[in-house]
């Protein structure tokens, strides 16, 4: 009997002090990850807070040029399950992705506030200059309201109950005030003043975004800045990927005329292009176009002269892009020529072969305008239509061409339903009515190696130029 | 100078042992820490294990065989000493041999039969004959404080035993219960290896959780995560999940409670039902030694392709199946033990995939002395698969023949994406592109796992025994994904030429689940009232951490990651205690009515230090009116009749930490990115299950007709939403306790005994299980989706089931034009208004055959697929001409199906081999030979396989950046991904 009762104590003492440790509720519970009480004063807490705006962008980046490529005439969703909406610019309040790109933007803002009320006062290794970047991410969230929605809330804090809508007189008008802080912290940074350029151009206040656009050239005349992404870590660049990376679900196309230009964002092993959302051309242009407001088409010359000037320093890209599949339904070969419309001339030039080689495209500007285009320029309207077709060449992919076509995105329907203060106007997008639906379309003749592009929306904006949604200055 | 040499040498000695500590012995114990207390408790275990078994009392034997009316033997009968946990059960031919005592009486016990009791006396053998169907005094294992006659249950609960699972040669738990369980739906989500697969029984009771329940075996608590797990490689939106090697091979008894009622006592987390398993510990009589083979051919199914032809020559070829296990189960009437082995091998339907399994595994058990009992069991498995890419990746190339992918833009050098054009060159150069893919394809899943579990039953006196329970569930998997250049070229992904691409993606995930409990039952008499009460406790603890590598610019042929340009690291970690007592008090009146009430108080960590105490009560009463002296009139028609109702509540709780305010800290370009996360919710709590379910056990003409009926209806309580804010607050969702779920619905199981004695048999089953599932409430939040598409997802809506889909519904005109289109319409539920199970065993002679199948009906989902082609010019006619050129946004209602389906699982035709001519052989005890058809016939409305789902769980919370796992998932979205092959094995059987 003994033996059973020593076997039975060694079995039960063995199985349960092997085990014991396990049975210890407090054991491991400890939330393993990071809390806001946790990073607030301590040092260097601001400059990993600008990273983290840094790295918001990349995400609203990638919201915000899938909606506004495929809702312009530079790209065509040809079968993805990128948003197919806007292509037909049918832009509803329900579309998933208009919320989340009001979204996006509006944690850019509130946490750019964050930081600015209380990461960086606390922060013992905190500057003036972290303090006017965090002023501009936060000035930038207000502008790209003001730009692409019809009306947005500007809540300050996340935990906050959401505000009454504003305009978008009202949303550029306060990322002015954010700039302006942002400028007088850092009153050399090309940046901030080619930010209120911007916001000004808009606002259609010619005098004041000719003014900070000459400042901005003299600060720096080769500005850029870039949003970048991480290849590594993520966010990827969903917009290289959709240009460059082709798969299965991936295909947007480019305009014919914009062929040329494609794709502006390529992928090497973790390396994946930035997207340039501000560069010293834009002040150029605006200079150009409120001299062109002016009727004074040589000033106006000399302008787009020193842009053209400038783009062709800007750097290029060589790469490989044979994987781009063009499928037969559209020019592929460099012998095609593309007309704007029908009643424009066929050019050359416009459309690259990619199987024959590495293909070299503009990484930060590119434009199919060379000088003697300008030298030839005497009349403003003719003017204007090449300043808006080299608006859409150097920006292409970069978001503007949207804005520059006067659309708008509603309030989504869960700040509808969630906000008391919206209301039945503010769900309904902003299409100009000169605008047409069918904006990328085109024919091709392959016996001729002919395409006709429906539309030519430069021109339809220069008709239209006294619209107050559309060309600013006139 | 010899002193001083000494002291020297003591010097040397002692640097020498410091030196050997400090830079060897500590190092290695701090590395190895972990691993060491793992070995540790295995090393202990197993201790534990042969010490118990070594452990001998002598007293007296009686043996005897066990048969039923028609003489044949009945093996797997229980067969317990009364008043004790002292058993066994008998062996294949129905015999048994058991320890005793003289005033000893044994109790036998079997499925489908009457239980008899027989006072052993001075007898050294009892024969017994049982015969006397029914139900009602079948022994359920509840789990907590020992077996339950079925009479006293107030729940409705479902059993499978293992001469159930003999027919089936399937070793996953999943598929093996697939139409075997009346009252619950298993859908598998793909027929690759490694697969999840979707389990329900009562609806869906949750919009953030997964629905699978939890599992235990031999009274430890196993993983069951049945959804990717938080860091996986993406092969294509088809998961991969713990069931595929839960051990299966030494199941003797499976129960299942279904959630609510019948798991209170389980506590939390066990709303979704509790899945008990428990494991053959072996028969007292001379070593019996078995030997099962199987030889399976193996052939993809096309049912559900548009060009099967093409698919089937380009891709598929005719899989191997080969599996051999060698047992041995005996003991006398002190220890018995049952060991196994099993390899088996699966190089499967399609070049790339395939599986290897090797598991050994043993169950025990020792009478310590006369009042006590120890129980163990062990198992050991590795699961090796690998996987091509499916589904939702570019990096497919079988689907993409359907899909119309293969050949767009000239690619692959085809000169269309329409496989009907074709040429017979064109069709060469796809099967050879598949094949290439294939063989460059490096995706593997290797999984080791280690289950164990301890048990000592003591009597302390006739009507008291305590329970003492302990084990863990240690699994470990490596998830990679190695692709070289070679391969990205392959796939025309990258140039020709191209070196710096290639990558590796590890995942490695460590489980650790441990369980103790410990339990005491009582049981008491006074006149005509019984009371047995069970009281206990339960801790359990899963520790569950997970890491993932991701290389870049991996050298071609390398497979360390080391090798690479550079290495990205991200971990994550789900752990979690839970612990509480319950207390169960069953009085039972005249042994007919039983009044069943208790509860159950818990306390878990998911919310860190704050920890938080639940209280689930439960009541029932259940009433044999068919024992009362009134019923004689009836009993000739209807022979039993038990009447019952019950009430439970049970809870889930949300992943751990989900209530905390959490930042997002993410490497972003070589630097740390702090942003705003997880806003926080501090109220946040469980949800909380309650159900009420009300029915009849019914017998009828002896018990030849059975049938169970339950009606239900379960309303999830605080049901946690992942709800947005207002997108202008910048406030990411969070999970909140915002909304109530409510399932309803009447559960029938039925069986027939058509014929029984004689040369033949016959006999049926059948189940019908009608469920409502609503969105009562949604605490004023919008409709948030739970995954699928943008343009057609499954949401959580007020007033619609949960992950009901939502898109929009176009209407065209008489000319084929668009003419109108509702936007987020709702356009069905994924969950089928009715489903149920199938089948029949029918015997003559020594030949049976097994038939099963299940069906759903009134369920929709999403033929993914067609979609894929519309936008590649390939679309079916579902779209009028005028309006092929609109946007699939517009068009998502086309794409959605009725998903009603009857697919037959398994025919398994068995040949018992007669004894007289085994006889003639001499060594061969028993032997037995069967031919099975798994998944040989499908019926089904949708264009599309119904049971597949693509798209999986989210790894994220809904509108959030929080990596996840266990999400709930609805399925619904069929594409791109094997369906389940047929299969055709032969099994041999012996016994020697």
Same mark, same amino acid.
């Given at each position: 009997?003994?033996?059973?009762?020593?076997? *039975?104590?060694?079995?039960?003492?063995?199985?349960?002090?092997?085990?014991?440790?396990?049975?210890?509720?407090?054991?491991? *519970?400890?939330?393993?990850n990071?809390?806001?009480?946790?990073?607030?004063?301590?040092?260097?807490?601001?400059?990993?807070?600008?990273?983290g705006?840094?790295?918001?962008?990349?995400?609203?980046?990638?919201?915000?040029?899938?909606?506004?490529? *495929?809702?312009?005439?530079?790209?065509?969703?040809?079968?993805?399950?990128f948003?197919?909406?806007?292509?037909?610019?049918?832009?509803?309040?329900?579309?998933?992705?208009?919320?989340?790109?009001?979204?996006?933007?509006?944690?850019?803002?509130?946490?750019?506030?964050?930081?600015?009320?209380?990461?960086?006062?606390?922060?013992?290794d905190?500057?003036?200059?972290?303090?006017?970047?965090?002023?501009?991410?936060?000035?930038?969230?207000?502008m790209?309201?003001?730009?692409?929605?019809?009306?947005?809330?500007?809540?300050?804090?996340?935990?906050?109950?959401?505000?009454?809508?504003?305009?978008?007189?009202?949303?550029?008008?306060?990322?002015?005030?954010?700039?302006?802080?942002?400028?007088?912290?850092?009153?050399?940074?090309?940046?901030?003043?080619?930010?209120?350029?911007?916001?000004?151009?808009?606002?259609?206040?010619?005098?004041?975004?000719?003014?900070?656009?000459?400042?901005?050239?003299?600060?720096?005349?080769?500005?850029?800045?870039?949003?970048?992404?991480?290849?590594?870590?993520?966010?990827?660049?969903?917009?290289?990927?959709?240009?460059?990376?082709?798969?299965?679900?991936?295909?947007?196309?480019?305009?014919?005329?914009?062929?040329?230009?494609?794709?502006?964002?390529?992928?090497?092993?973790?390396?994946?292009?930035?997207?340039?959302?501000?560069?010293?051309?834009?002040?150029?242009?605006?200079?150009?176009?409120?001299?062109?407001?002016?009727?004074?088409?040589?000033?106006?010359?000399?302008?787009?002269?020193?842009?053209?000037s400038?783009?062709?320093?800007?750097?290029?890209?060589?790469?490989?892009?044979?994987?781009?599949?063009?499928?037969?339904?559209?020019?592929?070969?460099?012998?095609?020529?593309?007309?704007?419309?029908?009643?424009?001339?066929?050019?050359?030039?416009?459309?690259i072969?990619?199987?024959?080689?590495?293909?070299?495209?503009?990484?930060?500007?590119?434009?199919? *305008?060379?000088?003697?285009?300008?030298?030839?320029?005497?009349?403003?309207?003719?003017?204007?239509?090449?300043?808006?077709?080299?608006?859409?060449?150097?920006?292409i992919?970069e978001?503007?061409?949207?804005?520059?076509?006067?659309?708008?995105?509603?309030?989504?329907?869960?700040?509808s339903?969630?906000?008391?203060?919206?209301?039945?106007?503010?769900?309904?997008?902003?299409?100009?009515?000169?605008?047409?639906?069918?904006?990328d379309?085109?024919?091709?003749?392959?016996?001729?190696n002919?395409?006709?592009?429906?539309?030519?929306?430069?021109?339809?904006?220069?008709?239209?130029?006294?619209?107050?949604?559309?060309?600013?200055?006139? | 100078?010899?002193?001083?040499?000494?002291?020297?040498?003591?010097?040397?000695? =002692?640097?020498?042992?410091?030196?050997?500590?400090?830079?060897?012995?500590?190092?290695?114990?701090?590395?190895?820490?972990?691993?060491?207390?793992?070995?540790?408790?295995?090393?202990?275990?197993?201790?534990?294990?042969?010490l118990?078994?070594?452990?001998?009392?002598?007293?007296?034997?009686?043996?005897?065989?066990?048969?039923?009316?028609?003489?044949?033997?009945?093996?797997?009968?229980?067969?317990?000493i009364?008043?004790?946990?002292?058993?066994?059960?008998?062996?294949?031919?129905?015999?048994?041999?058991?320890?005793t005592?003289?005033?000893?009486?044994?109790?036998?016990?079997? &499925?489908?039969f009457?239980?008899?009791?027989v006072?052993?006396?001075?007898?050294?053998?009892?024969?017994?004959?049982?015969?006397?169907?029914?139900?009602?005094?079948?022994?359920?294992?509840?789990?907590?404080?020992?077996?339950?006659?079925?009479?006293?249950?107030?729940?409705?609960?479902?059993?499978?035993?293992?001469?159930?699972?003999?027919?089936?040669?399937?070793?996953?738990?999943? $598929?093996?219960?697939?139409?075997?369980?009346?009252?619950?739906?298993?859908? $598998?989500?793909?027929?690759?290896?490694?697969?999840?697969?979707?389990?329900?029984?009562?609806?869906?009771?949750?919009?953030?959780?997964?629905?699978?329940?939890?599992?235990y075996?031999?009274?430890?608590r196993?993983?069951?995560?049945?959804?990717?797990?938080g860091?996986?490689?993406?092969?294509?939106? $088809?998961?991969?999940?713990?069931?595929? #090697?839960?051990?299966?091979?030494?199941?003797?008894?499976?129960?299942?409670?279904?959630?609510?009622?019948?798991?209170?006592?389980?506590?939390?987390d066990?709303?979704?039902?509790?899945?008990?398993?428990?494991?053959?510990?072996?028969?007292?009589?001379?070593?019996?030694?078995?030997?099962?083979?199987?030889?399976g051919?193996i052939?993809?199914?096309?049912?559900y392709?548009i060009?099967?032809?093409?698919?089937?020559?380009?891709a =598929?070829r005719?899989?191997?199946?080969?599996?051999?296990?060698?047992?041995?189960?005996?003991?006398?009437?002190?220890?018995?033990?049952?060991?196994?082995?099993?390899?088996?091998?699966?190089?499967? =339907?399609?070049?790339?995939?395939?599986?290897?399994?090797?598991?050994?595994? @043993?169950?025990?058990?020792?009478?310590?002395?006369?009042?006590?009992?120890?129980?163990?069991?062990?198992?050991?498995?590795?699961?090796?698969?690998?996987?091509?890419?499916n589904?939702?990746?570019?990096?497919?190339?079988?689907?993409?023949?359907?899909?119309?992918?293969?050949?767009?833009?000239?690619?692959?050098?085809?000169?269309?994406?329409?496989?009907?054009?074709?040429?017979?060159?064109?069709?060469?150069?796809?099967? $050879?592109?598949?094949?290439?893919i294939?063989?460059?394809?490096?995706?593997?899943?290797n999984? !080791?796992?280690?289950?164990?579990?301890?048990?000592?039953?003591?009597?302390?006196?006739?009507?008291?025994?305590?329970d003492v329970?302990?084990?863990?569930?240690?699994?470990?998997?490596r998830?990679?994904?190695?692709?070289?250049?070679?391969?990205?070229?392959?796939?025309?992904?990258?140039?020709?030429?191209?070196?710096?691409?290639?990558?590796?993606?590890?995942?490695?995930?460590?489980?650790?689940?441990?369980?103790?409990?410990?339990?005491?039952?009582?049981?008491?008499?006074?006149?005509?009232?019984?009371?047995?009460?069970?009281g206990?406790?339960?801790?359990?603890?899963?520790?569950?951490v997970?890491?993932?590598?991701?290389?870049?610019?991996?050298?071609?042929?390398?497979?360390?990651?080391?090798?690479?340009?550079?290495?990205?690291?991200?971990?994550?970690?789900?752990?979690?205690?839970? %612990?509480?007592?319950?207390?169960?008090?069953?009085?039972?009146?005249?042994?007919?009515?039983?009044?069943?009430?208790?509860?159950?108080?818990?306390?878990?960590?998911?919310?860190?230090?704050?920890?938080?105490?639940?209280?689930?009560?439960?009541?029932?009463?259940?009433?044999?009116?068919?024992?009362?002296?009134? %019923?004689?009139?009836?009993?000739?028609?209807?022979?039993?009749?038990?009447?019952? &109702?019950?009430?439970?509540?049970?809870g889930?709780?949300?992943? /751990?930490?989900?209530? #905390?305010?959490?930042?997002?800290?993410?490497?972003?370009?070589?630097?740390?990115?702090?942003?705003?996360?997880?806003?926080?919710?501090?109220?946040?709590?469980?949800?909380?299950?309650?159900?009420?379910?009300?029915?009849?056990?019914?017998?009828?003409?002896?018990?030849?007709i059975?049938?169970?009926?339950?009606?239900?209806?379960?309303?999830?309580?605080?049901a946690?939403?992942?709800?947005?804010?207002?997108p !202008?607050?910048?406030?990411?969702?969070?999970?909140?306790?915002?909304?109530?779920?409510?399932?309803?619905?009447?559960?029938?199981?039925?069986?027939?005994?058509?014929?029984?004695?004689?040369? %033949?048999?016959?006999?049926?089953n059948?189940?019908?299980?009608?469920?409502?599932?609503?969105? &009562? !409430?949604?605490?004023?939040?919008?409709?948030?989706?739970i995954?699928? =598409?943008?343009?057609? @997802?499954?949401f959580?809506?007020?007033?619609?089931?949960?992950?009901?889909?939502?898109?929009?519904?176009?209407?065209?005109?008489?000319?084929?034009?668009?003419?109108?289109?509702?936007?987020?319409? #709702?356009?069905?539920? /994924?969950?089928?208004?009715v489903?149920?199970?199938?089948?029949?065993?029918?015997?003559?002679?020594n030949?049976?055959?097994?038939?099963?199948g299940?069906?759903?009906?009134?369920?929709?989902?999403?033929?993914?697929?067609?979609?894929?082609?519309?936008?590649?010019?390939?679309?079916?006619?579902?779209?009028?001409?005028?309006?092929?050129?609109?946007?699939?946004?517009?068009?998502?209602? &086309? %794409?959605?199906?009725?998903?009603?389906f009857?697919?037959?699982?398994?025919?398994?035709?068995?040949?018992?081999?007669?004894?007289?001519?085994?006889?003639?052989?001499?060594?061969?005890?028993?032997?037995?030979?069967?031919?099975?058809a798994?998944?040989?016939?499908?019926?089904?409305?949708?264009?599309?396989?119904?049971?597949?789902?693509?798209?999986?769980?989210?790894?994220?919370?809904?509108?959030?950046?929080?990596?996840?796992?266990?999400?709930?998932?609805?399925?619904?979205?069929?594409?791109?991904?094997?369906?389940?092959?047929?299969?055709?094995? @032969?099994?041999?059987?012996?016994?020697?």
């Amino acid at each position: 009997m003994k033996l059973y009762i020593k076997s *039975i104590l060694v079995c039960a003492a063995v199985v349960f002090i092997s085990a014991c440790d396990e049975f210890d509720p407090k054991k491991g *519970i400890e939330n393993p990850n990071l809390l806001l009480e946790n990073v607030i004063g301590s040092p260097g807490s601001t400059a990993s807070w600008i990273v983290g705006q840094e790295r918001e962008m990349a995400i609203v980046y990638n919201r915000l040029l899938e909606l506004t490529e *495929i809702g312009s005439d530079n790209y065509e969703n040809v079968q993805t399950f990128f948003n197919q909406q806007f292509d037909a610019l049918n832009i509803t309040f329900q579309d998933q992705n208009v919320d989340n790109l009001a979204f996006r933007i509006a944690d850019l803002r509130t946490s750019g506030n964050i930081g600015l009320q209380q990461v960086q006062p606390a922060d013992p290794d905190g500057t003036d200059a972290q303090r006017a970047e965090l002023f501009f991410y936060v000035g930038w969230a207000k502008m790209l309201a003001g730009e692409l929605f019809v009306a947005l809330p500007d809540t300050e804090l996340p935990d906050s109950e959401p505000a009454t809508p504003k305009t978008p007189t009202e949303n550029l008008n306060a990322a002015l005030a954010d700039f302006q802080a942002a400028e007088a912290l850092d009153g050399t940074h090309a940046g901030y003043k080619l930010a209120l350029a911007r916001t000004y151009y808009n606002l259609g206040d010619q005098a004041n975004a000719v003014l900070k656009a000459n400042e901005a050239i003299a600060a720096d005349p080769n500005y850029t800045r870039t949003v970048e992404f991480d290849g590594t870590n993520g966010p990827d660049s969903d917009f290289a990927d959709a240009l460059f990376d082709r798969g299965n679900f991936d295909d947007l196309q480019p305009l014919p005329r914009l062929d040329f230009l494609d794709p502006k964002y390529f992928v090497e092993g973790d390396t994946e292009s930035p997207v340039y959302i501000q560069k010293a051309e834009e002040a150029h242009l605006i200079l150009a176009e409120a001299e062109l407001a002016n009727n004074d088409v040589p000033a106006a010359r000399t302008h787009l002269t020193n842009l053209l000037s400038l783009v062709n320093t800007r750097a290029m890209n060589t790469f490989s892009d044979a994987v781009e599949g063009r499928d037969g339904s559209r020019p592929a070969t460099a012998v095609v020529m593309v007309a704007a419309s029908a009643s424009d001339p066929l050019r050359a030039g416009l459309v690259i072969d990619r199987q024959l080689g590495d293909v070299t495209v503009a990484r930060i500007s590119g434009t199919s *305008i060379v000088q003697t285009d300008i030298d030839a320029l005497t009349d403003q309207l003719v003017a204007l239509e090449m300043l808006y077709l080299m608006r859409q060449e150097i920006f292409i992919a970069e978001g503007r061409r949207f804005v520059d076509l006067g659309i708008k995105m509603p309030i989504s329907e869960n700040e509808s339903l969630l906000n008391p203060a919206v209301t039945s106007t503010h769900i309904l997008s902003s299409v100009p009515s000169f605008v047409p639906t069918d904006m990328d379309a085109f024919t091709f003749d392959t016996s001729t190696n002919e395409v006709v592009i429906l539309h030519n929306m430069n021109a339809i904006l220069v008709a239209n130029r006294t619209d107050a949604a559309v060309v600013p200055f006139f | 100078m010899q002193a001083s040499n000494r002291s020297r040498f003591e010097a040397f000695l =002692f640097y020498n042992f410091e030196t050997f500590f400090k830079h060897i012995i500590t190092p290695f114990l701090t590395m190895f820490n972990e691993q060491f207390m793992l070995m540790k408790k295995i090393f202990f275990s197993l201790i534990v294990s042969f010490l118990a078994i070594t452990v001998v009392l002598a007293q007296r034997t009686v043996s005897g065989q066990i048969t039923d009316e028609n003489g044949e033997g009945l093996p797997g009968v229980n067969v317990v000493i009364k008043g004790t946990s002292t058993g066994t059960t008998t062996d294949i031919d129905g015999n048994y041999s058991i320890s005793t005592n003289e005033g000893d009486v044994l109790i036998f016990s079997f &499925v489908g039969f009457e239980s008899q009791e027989v006072a052993v006396g001075s007898r050294s053998v009892v024969d017994i004959t049982m015969g006397g169907v029914t139900e009602l005094l079948e022994v359920v294992v509840t789990g907590l404080g020992g077996d339950v006659d079925r009479r006293k249950l107030a729940t409705s609960v479902d059993r499978v035993t293992a001469q159930d699972l003999a027919a089936t040669p399937i070793v996953r738990i999943d $598929q093996l219960l697939q139409s075997k369980l009346p009252n619950t739906q298993i859908l $598998q989500s793909t027929g690759a290896p490694g697969g999840t697969s979707i389990i329900r029984s009562r609806g869906v009771n949750s919009a953030l959780l997964g629905q699978q329940p939890v599992i235990y075996i031999d009274g430890v608590r196993v993983d069951n995560l049945n959804t990717s797990p938080g860091l996986s490689v993406a092969t294509g939106g $088809q998961q991969t999940s713990a069931l595929a #090697d839960i051990p299966v091979d030494q199941i003797k008894d499976i129960t299942f409670l279904k959630g609510g009622a019948a798991t209170t006592l389980y506590g939390s987390d066990a709303a979704n039902g509790v899945l008990l398993i428990t494991t053959d510990k072996g028969n007292a009589g001379a070593a019996s030694v078995s030997y099962e083979t199987q030889l399976g051919a193996i052939r993809g199914t096309t049912d559900y392709f548009i060009y099967p032809d093409i698919i089937k020559d380009a891709a =598929f070829r005719t899989g191997f199946l080969n599996s051999h296990k060698v047992g041995i189960n005996g003991g006398n009437e002190n220890v018995t033990y049952n060991f196994f082995a099993r390899y088996r091998e699966d190089n499967s =339907f399609v070049e790339g995939l395939g599986e290897t399994r090797y598991s050994i595994g @043993g169950g025990y058990q020792a009478s310590l002395n006369e009042n006590l009992v120890y129980k163990g069991s062990f198992s050991y498995l590795r699961n090796e698969f690998s996987l091509l890419q499916n589904a939702n990746s570019s990096f497919d190339r079988i689907f993409a023949i359907d899909q119309g992918s293969l050949g767009r833009g000239g690619s692959f050098g085809l000169s269309t994406n329409d496989p009907a054009q074709w040429t017979a060159e064109e069709r060469g150069i796809v099967k $050879q592109l598949i094949s290439d893919i294939a063989r460059l394809t490096d995706i593997t899943n290797n999984t !080791s796992r280690f289950t164990n579990s301890h048990k000592f039953s003591y009597s302390v006196l006739d009507n008291l025994s305590v329970d003492v329970g302990i084990g863990f569930d240690y699994r470990f998997t490596r998830f990679e994904n190695i692709q070289t250049n070679e391969y990205l070229v392959a796939q025309e992904n990258i140039s020709a030429g191209t070196t710096t691409e290639g990558s590796i993606n590890r995942n490695d995930r460590n489980f650790l689940g441990t369980t103790g409990s410990l339990s005491i039952k009582y049981d008491a008499s006074i006149n005509d009232f019984t009371f047995t009460t069970i009281g206990g406790g339960q801790f359990f603890r899963t520790r569950d951490v997970q890491s993932q590598i991701i290389t870049t610019n991996q050298a071609e042929t390398s497979t360390t990651v080391n090798i690479s340009a550079e290495q990205t690291v991200t971990d994550f970690e789900s752990s979690v205690a839970n %612990w509480g007592f319950y207390l169960q008090e069953t009085i039972g009146f005249k042994d007919r009515i039983f009044l069943d009430l208790g509860f159950r108080n818990d306390k878990n960590t998911a919310f860190g230090d704050d920890i938080i105490s639940e209280f689930y009560p439960k009541a029932g009463l259940s009433y044999v009116l068919s024992d009362e002296p009134y %019923w004689s009139g009836l009993s000739e028609v209807v022979n039993s009749f038990k009447a019952r &109702v019950s009430y439970g509540e049970s809870g889930n709780f949300p992943p /751990p930490f989900t209530r #905390d305010a959490q930042l997002n800290a993410n490497p972003f370009n070589g630097q740390l990115a702090f942003q705003p996360g997880q806003p926080g919710e501090s109220t946040l709590g469980p949800e909380r299950q309650k159900t009420l379910e009300y029915g009849a056990d019914m017998g009828f003409l002896d018990s030849r007709i059975n049938v169970g009926l339950t009606i239900w209806e379960s309303t999830t309580e605080d049901a946690i939403f992942t709800a947005p804010f207002a997108p !202008s607050t910048g406030t990411e969702a969070q999970p909140r306790n915002l909304g109530e779920i409510k399932n309803n619905g009447v559960e029938v199981s039925t069986s027939f005994e058509i014929l029984r004695g004689g040369d %033949w048999t016959l006999s049926a089953n059948a189940s019908a299980n009608f469920q409502k599932n609503e969105v &009562v !409430s949604g605490g004023g939040s919008p409709e948030f989706n739970i995954g699928g =598409f943008t343009f057609l @997802g499954p949401f959580v809506k007020e007033g619609l089931p949960v992950g009901y889909l939502r898109g929009s519904q176009p209407t065209f005109d008489e000319s084929g034009a668009l003419s109108n289109v509702e936007r987020n319409a #709702d356009l069905g539920a /994924p969950i089928p208004d009715v489903f149920g199970s199938l089948s029949l065993n029918a015997g003559w002679k020594n030949f049976s055959l097994y038939i099963a199948g299940d069906y759903q009906k009134g369920a929709v989902g999403v033929n993914t697929d067609e979609v894929l082609r519309f936008f590649r010019g390939l679309d079916d006619d579902r779209i009028p001409e005028a309006s092929k050129g609109e946007s699939f946004f517009d068009l998502a209602g &086309v %794409w959605v199906e009725d998903t009603d389906f009857l697919k037959v699982r398994n025919i398994t035709l068995t040949y018992n081999v007669t004894r007289e001519f085994l006889s003639n052989i001499g060594f061969i005890d028993g032997a037995s030979v069967s031919f099975t058809a798994l998944n040989p016939f499908n019926f089904y409305s949708s264009v599309f396989d119904p049971e597949l789902t693509g798209a999986g769980a989210r790894g994220t919370l809904p509108g959030t950046n929080t990596t996840t796992q266990n999400n709930v998932t609805v399925g619904a979205f069929g594409y791109g991904t094997f369906s389940a092959p047929r299969q055709f094995i @032969g099994t041999l059987r012996f016994n020697f």
